[in-house]
């Protein structure tokens, strides 16, 4: 089941929030046939003039009921923590048969807000695309975002199948590879993969931050020697990743525990001199780096 | 003073060590006609081989007095807790006028252990090209890899001046911007822009081999979400960091100290439900990656 000019996958396709991700997936949506129109509803008249500007969506209104009434697809991509209170706000405007989808770094707390506002005969596919850039807002939206990249799905056991795999149709069309796991899988999967590495990066370029201002401009001129890509990842969207933390609470803390008492034996390993401890460790890294590369993710 | 055909600017360059970083310099050498010739040292007759056949240097042999005898200058390029035992080595066989240099990550302690083998009339320039990759050894040198890229230059009160501008007008015609700092300053700079980011990607990296085998072979599928970064930094030569480690140890406990602290900071936000610290550290970051691409280092 894939798009075609004459049968789109979908009629109306409406993104609640139109940052960079829903702004390259309506690209992406329109650009491989895959509904008749899209619109969009968020927030700031400001957002919605960008993305018609730049020809994102064929309409859009600060109305969120407006928006969502005629949706065939409804993708909430707003940042995590307010996907609760976009699902009660538009429940009572949905049509029937109509499917909800997301695009949200956590899937439990998502799934959890979400819900218990899911009005009857309307089917929620939670999903994430591993896919973004350092950018935000519709105006870093690309239609290729989603190319050769992975996006998980995580359905409910009273899910209708037929949702799932539409949504997943249109995933696979935008070019992304689709998996299915479940959401408590997926979290603690991410908190290793992506909000660690990510709270790493912030804590670290603030410590720079911290510096001394001579010091700081030399930590930005010599940036190159590993700094500087700690910095692309901390220059993320606060708002996203402040909600994925508070969302993705206990997988983060629990992976940031086992983190920090690894990074507490290299200091002590340090400290005494120990040699053999380190080069050990940093010998042991290499075979997952060799992992990735032979998975052809590098 | 550059170098030309007619009057090359040394006549013969010696490397004590022929990885990464020695053979891609000899290849620059070569390239821009800095040198007569250039001979390389090592333990291992494997690598010399390597060295000989891929066209690197134009003679090798693991007899280091006879491959320092007769230079101009020689580079020791290996990994920095070495460098005393090699100049204790080569002191004896060194020829008046003949300049020394080095490469290594760590100034102090290279200088520390370097400095009281220095036979009279031979001068010590440290140097420090903050310039890499991931993979090591004389086959993945390549004459490209220092264009465009820092080269520190540490050298001491009584370093004779002709002897660090010959030094320099060599890195500057390999396409490097060459800057003088005294060493314990670069050493604090490259603990925060450099050595803490290693450490820190090895740790992350050691943290997911530790996972379950079913964990980690979606670490890896998934690993463009983030951490891929931090294992390309992490694959980076053992031996090398281990030394790096060793030998700047104060520099980098201090700056591990003051990451520690903040990332405590985050945790307890992130465990408390704060969101607005979460939102104001993630802000705050953002300002180092505007400098950084406003100084065209991104």
Request: glycine share 8%; net charge negative; with cysteine.
């Amino acid at each position: 089941m894939t798009g075609s000019a004459e049968t789109p996958l979908f009629g109306t396709v409406a993104f609640v929030g139109i940052g960079l991700i829903g702004a390259s997936l309506s690209l992406a949506i329109r650009r491989h046939g895959l509904a008749a129109r899209t619109v969009a509803t968020a927030r700031r008249q400001e957002t919605l003039d960008t993305a018609l500007r730049l020809g994102i969506v064929d309409a859009a209104s600060t109305d969120m009921a407006e928006t969502v009434a005629d949706a065939d697809l409804v993708m909430v991509c707003v940042p995590v923590g307010a996907s609760g209170a976009v699902m009660r706000a538009m429940a009572p405007h949905l049509k029937p048969g109509a499917i909800v989808s997301d695009v949200g770094s956590v899937k439990c707390a998502v799934i959890a807000d979400m819900l218990p506002h899911l009005p009857e005969g309307v089917a929620l596919v939670p999903g994430h695309p591993l896919a973004g850039t350092e950018f935000s807002g519709p105006e870093a939206g690309f239609a290729e975002l989603f190319e050769q990249r992975w996006c998980v799905l995580t359905p409910l056991p009273h899910t209708p199948k037929d949702a799932v795999e539409r949504v997943a149709a249109m995933w696979r069309a935008v070019g992304s590879n689709v998996d299915t796991m479940d959401p408590e899988h997926h979290d603690r999967v991410l908190a290793i993969t992506s909000h660690l590495p990510h709270l790493i990066a912030y804590t670290i370029v603030g410590t720079a931050t911290d510096l001394g201002a001579d010091l700081k401009q030399e930590v930005i001129k010599y940036s190159a020697s590993g700094f500087r890509d700690f910095t692309r990842i901390a220059a993320s969207d606060p708002v996203m990743w402040r909600d994925v933390f508070l969302n993705n609470k206990e997988a983060v803390l629990e992976v940031l525990q086992r983190f920090t008492e690894d990074l507490t034996a290299l200091q002590r390993a340090i400290r005494r001199g120990e040699g053999d401890t380190l080069e050990r460790h940093f010998t042991r890294t290499r075979a997952i780096r060799r992992g990735i590369i032979d998975a052809k993710q590098a």
